[in-house]
């Protein structure tokens, strides 16, 4: 039986589901989950990512670490944690620019926290000749504490799932995931207060929302969003932000968040599905295209803040990679390789470019009190209060 099938078969004996545990099913379900399963990054999978654009982005990320570290005071052993590593190739250039400080590589602990068993392969096979040897963690409470850390993450907050609330006339609606009369797989609305009733559309998500939900934020202060908006909303999001929030204030350290989303409150449906580099509807084909939401940083950097952790300005990716060098790194590359200069000037643009990652991807930066990482200095004005 497919995931669609069995999923069909759930909801109709036990009614709608909230958006978060559809998408959870589609990416991680044992047996047809999506990153269980069949994760295809790259030209010829499903989608490209950052490190699949070009080198340059691993390696300034690598860069930036570099220099943490030496502001952290160099300490030994430093955790290098990534989350979400994919086919390893962000951690594979990480470490070629840290070849420049074998100071670091004496000191790195390094940890790849990944949930998905051909991933993990693809990055043993990757890393194999790496200067130092990783070790796997499926979630970083996994991972050891009592040192500080450096983490990073490319592309995680967008797999971690945001439930998505609609003001309707009679007040905050939650959406679901039920079926239709034809007994295909639909979105539709399940107001907050209703009661629950078995064997309906109606039914599957507290009346109490368990993520502390009361109403989504305002546009600013003194407005309300008008009916017709869908807001959303990520526990999951959240509650990686207070983790490493905890984390970093307890053991010191920065963690480097990077990822397609917002960086202010903002209504929209985000929710996608990518098959072959191709939109296709998040419910035609559960289990066989990635889902993703944007990435909630205010929300995030909001949760670290209240776990005792600092956050500095959210950058945009361009802005970010611009600081680090990347103009002159690419002018450098193609001195050296004069054949690779057009090549190498359409990877920067896709990096950096404002209608391409330059802008939608952002960057944010979480930290212990007293540290200052490159770029994030506490003094940097933001409009992140
Ligand atoms: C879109 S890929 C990004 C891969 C890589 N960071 C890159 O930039 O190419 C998402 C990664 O996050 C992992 N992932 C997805 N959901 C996760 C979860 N709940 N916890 C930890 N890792 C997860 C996936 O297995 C995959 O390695």
Redesign the pocket.
Known sequence: MSLLDRLRAQIAQDGPISVPEYFTRC??DPRDGY?ANR?A?GEGGD?V????VSQMFGELVGLWILETWDRMGRPSPVRLV??????G??MSDVLRAARLLPDFLAAADAWL????AP?RAAQAARLADAPVTPRWAG?LEEVPGGAPMILY????L???PARQFVRTADGWAERMVGLDEAGNLAFGLKALSAPARRGSHALAVPDAPSTGFAAPPPPRAGEEWPPGTLVEASPAQAALGNELGHRLAAHGGAALLIDYGRDAPEAGDTLQAIKAHQKVSPLAEPGQA?LTVWADFPAVVQAAREAGAQAGPILRQGDFLRSLGIEARTQALAAARPDQADKLARQLDRLTGGAQMGDLFKVACLFSPGLAPPLFEPSVSSFVS
């Not at 990512?49 to 699949?52: C, F, H, N, W």
């Not at 926290?113 to 998905?116: D, I, P």
């Open positions: 990416l991680h990153y994760p990054l989608f990512t950052a490190p699949g990534e989350m979400g590593p994919g086919d190739t962000l926290v990944e949930v998905s991933l979630r993450a490319n592309e995680l967008d797999c971690l990635d």
